[in-house]
């Protein structure tokens, strides 16, 4: 049986809190008035930043979800797999993709080119946690929350093998 990996603080729950915030501010001055967005996250991970995001944005918004697989435990597989697809028909729609994480950007990428071609009338991204260091294609990310570096975190959601979703900090796995 292998030991727990020690967890080192690397942002609180405050300060995720407060970047949470500023986020949902910076999205709504993104838009006109009276522009419903539609927020889509990839799950399982980017849940708890929606939800903590949707209750701080100053207008009302729409939901849905896809599921996308690259991950075998620690490592990207670098291939990326539609597992969900979303509900919503989003030609016309002003989305938001709702990133918990972009370290290779291979998701990212994925995600942006299957949406783009389901011609939304605009496609931004918000992001938690930027790790520029990994990555392997050239993204632009609209909003970004906190910059880090090359380090595997879990917490608010980011997990290490469907364990530490549920801590309401983000840690660096040490082991």
Same mark, same amino acid.
């Given at each position: 049986?292998?030991?727990?990996p020690?967890?080192t603080p690397?942002l609180?729950?405050?300060?995720?809190?407060?970047?949470v915030?500023?986020l949902a501010?910076e999205?709504?001055?993104?838009?006109p008035?009276?522009?419903?967005?539609?927020?889509?996250?990839v799950l399982?991970?980017g849940f708890?930043?929606l939800a903590d995001?949707?209750?701080?944005?100053?207008?009302?918004?729409?939901?849905?979800f896809i599921?996308?697989?690259s991950y075998?435990?620690?490592?990207?597989?670098g291939r990326?797999?539609?597992v969900?697809?979303?509900?919503?028909?989003?030609?016309?729609r002003?989305v938001?993709i709702?990133?918990? $994480?972009? %370290?290779?950007?291979l998701?990212l990428?994925? #995600?942006r080119?299957?949406?783009?071609? /389901? @011609?939304p009338?605009s496609?931004?991204t918000v992001?938690l946690?930027?790790k520029?260091a990994r990555?392997?294609?050239?993204?632009?990310?609209?909003?970004?929350g906190f910059? $880090?570096e %090359?380090r595997f975190?879990?917490?608010?959601? #980011?997990?290490l093998?469907?364990?530490? /979703? @549920?801590?309401?900090y983000i840690?660096s796995?040490?082991?």
């Amino acid at each position: 049986m292998r030991s727990a990996p020690r967890l080192t603080p690397l942002l609180t729950a405050d300060e995720i809190q407060a970047g949470v915030r500023r986020l949902a501010l910076e999205i709504d001055a993104a838009y006109p008035p009276g522009t419903v967005l539609l927020l889509l996250t990839v799950l399982k991970g980017g849940f708890v930043f929606l939800a903590d995001l949707i209750r701080a944005m100053p207008r009302p918004v729409m939901l849905d979800f896809i599921v996308l697989s690259s991950y075998a435990g620690s490592d990207t597989s670098g291939r990326v797999r539609l597992v969900k697809d979303m509900d919503a028909n989003i030609r016309g729609r002003d989305v938001v993709i709702v990133e918990d $994480i972009v %370290d290779t950007g291979l998701t990212l990428a994925y #995600l942006r080119r299957e949406l783009a071609a /389901r @011609e939304p009338h605009s496609l931004r991204t918000v992001c938690l946690l930027d790790k520029p260091a990994r990555r392997r294609v050239t993204l632009h990310i609209e909003h970004v929350g906190f910059t $880090i570096e %090359d380090r595997f975190v879990v917490g608010y959601g #980011l997990d290490l093998n469907e364990c530490y /979703r @549920e801590l309401p900090y983000i840690a660096s796995v040490e082991d």
